[in-house]
C-alpha cells in the first residue's frame, strides 16, 4: 500500500568496534554517499509511481464519459497526459544517466540530484493529475489514487527534500 515512516532514538548506544561501519569520525561522508546513491533509487522508484500514476488515470479516463466522450479525450486532460508523460520520460533518462555514471566508477554526485528532484517532482504532479482526473472517485478506497499520491509525497522528502536537491545542484555550479 502506502510508505511507512517512523521516529528512532537512540541513546547513549555503545557500538563495538568490529561493528563501526568505515573510519571513526568519518561517518558524515559515509552517510553522505549513502544519501547520493539512494537518490538514484528515489528517482528510480518516483518514476515507477509517475508512470503507475499516468497508467491509472488513464485507465479511469477511458472508462468514465463526461460531455459525450472518455474524459481523457478532452483536450485539456489529453495535453496534461502527453506532457506528463513526457515528463516522465525526461525524469526516466536522468535517472539513466545518473546511473551509467554511477556503475562506470564516476562521480555520479551532480547527476544524481536533479534526477531526484525531477523523478520526485514529477511523480507529485503525475499522482495529482490523477487524482484530480478521478475526481470524488479518487478519494475512495475503490481507488488507488490516494496510497499513489501518498506514496509520491514521499520521494519528495526522503534522501533529501526537493528544496535540498535544488541547493546541491546549485552548488555544484559554484565548485
Not at 94 to 111: N, Q
Request: aromatic fraction near 8%.
Amino acid at each position: 500500500c502506502c510508505s511507512q515512516f517512523c521516529e528512532i532514538v537512540l541513546e547513549d548506544v555503545a557500538v563495538a568496534e568490529g561493528n563501526v561501519l568505515g573510519e571513526i569520525g568519518k561517518g558524515f561522508g559515509i552517510a553522505m554517499e549513502t544519501l547520493n546513491n539512494g537518490r538514484i533509487n528515489i528517482a528510480a522508484q518516483s518514476v515507477g509511481i509517475a508512470r503507475r500514476a499516468l497508467y491509472e488515470a488513464k485507465t479511469y479516463g477511458e472508462q468514465r464519459v463526461a460531455f459525450g466522450k472518455p474524459v481523457i479525450e478532452l483536450r485539456v486532460q489529453a495535453e496534461r497526459l502527453k506532457r506528463l508523460s513526457k515528463k516522465v520520460e525526461q525524469a526516466w533518462e536522468l535517472t539513466l544517466d545518473a546511473s551509467r555514471l554511477k556503475d562506470s566508477g564516476e562521480d555520479y554526485r551532480v547527476a544524481a540530484a536533479p534526477a531526484k528532484l525531477a523523478a520526485s517532482e514529477t511523480a507529485v504532479e503525475c499522482a495529482m493529475f490523477n487524482y484530480r482526473l478521478q475526481g470524488g472517485f479518487g478519494y475512495t478506497t475503490e481507488s488507488t489514487a490516494m496510497s499513489i499520491l501518498h506514496d509520491a509525497l514521499a520521494t519528495i522528502t526522503y534522501e533529501g527534500t526537493s528544496d535540498i536537491q535544488k541547493l546541491t545542484i546549485a552548488k555544484s555550479f559554484r565548485e
